[in-house]
């Protein structure tokens, strides 16, 4: 994948996992997309280290995992944080 669809997953793995998550986090849609992307990371190491499979497309199995791993990461950023 590319850096622009990168960035396009980033966003829409980063605004679901607000979404499913909701609270008052600083930033706008760059720690949106930021969260989205290493929430990717994340999810398809988590996921292939379970044998889940791991990111590598638009497909729904990858946008799953990406999500799941943006979702640890905001637990962690706000439990780190209060």
């Known amino acids: 994948m590319g850096i622009m669809s990168w960035m396009f997953l980033g966003l829409i793995v980063g605004a679901l996992a607000k979404w499913i998550m909701p609270g008052k986090d600083p930033g706008g849609i760059v720690v949106t997309m930021l969260i989205g992307i290493?929430?990717?990371?994340?999810g398809g190491f988590i996921g292939s280290l379970f044998g889940l499979g791991s990111v590598s497309g638009f497909d729904l199995a990858s946008i799953a995992l990406a999500v799941a791993g943006a979702?640890?990461?905001?637990?962690?950023?706000?439990a780190l944080k209060s």
């Open 38 to 42: 290493a929430g990717a990371f994340v």
């Open 71 to 78: 979702l640890v990461l905001l637990y962690g950023y706000r």
